[in-house]
C-alpha cells in the first residue's frame, strides 16, 4: 500500500527548534492529502498539520505561527520544521497519508519529539 518512514526526532530544550521528515514509498499518489500528527502517552492521536496537493497548509491552533509544513512534490516527501518547541509538544510525531485512491489513512511507524529542561 503506502508505506511512510518518519525521521527527525530528538530532545530539544523549550524555546529550540527541530525539523522532521517523511517519505512516502508504494502505492502513493502525488494528489494525496498528507500530513503530521502527534501523539502523548495517554493521549489521543492529534492533528498538527496538513498540506494538501495543491500545497494548501492546514494547521491547529496549538502550534499555529510555530510550525511550518511543507511538501516536496517529486520525492515525494513532506517535512515539519518547529520552532519555539514547549514541553506540551512532546509526544511521538506520525506522518500521514490520506489516500485520493480509496480515502484510506496509512501511518509511519512515529518519531519521538521530547521538549524538557
Known amino acids: 500500500q503506502v508505506q511512510l518512514v518518519e525521521s527527525g526526532g530528538g530532545l530539544v530544550h523549550p524555546g529550540g527548534s527541530l525539523k522532521l521528515s517523511c517519505v512516502a514509498s508504494?502505492?502513493?499518489?502525488?494528489?494525496?492529502?498528507m500530513g503530521w500528527y502527534r501523539q502523548a502517552p495517554g493521549k489521543q492521536r492529534e492533528l498538527v498539520a496538513t498540506?494538501?496537493?495543491?500545497?494548501?497548509?492546514n494547521y491547529s491552533d496549538s502550534i499555529k505561527g510555530r510550525f511550518i509544513i511543507s511538501r516536496d512534490m517529486v520525492k515525494p516527501m513532506i517535512h515539519l520544521q518547529m520552532s519555539r518547541l514547549r514541553p506540551e509538544d512532546s509526544g511521538v510525531y506520525y506522518c500521514?497519508?490520506?489516500?485520493?485512491?480509496?480515502?484510506?489513512?496509512?501511518w509511519g511507524q512515529g518519531t519521538q519529539v521530547t521538549v524538557s529542561s
Open positions: 500521514n497519508v490520506k489516500s485520493w485512491l480509496n480515502g484510506d489513512d496509512y
Open positions: 498540506i494538501s496537493s495543491g500545497l494548501k497548509e
Open positions: 508504494g502505492k502513493y499518489f502525488g494528489i494525496d492529502d
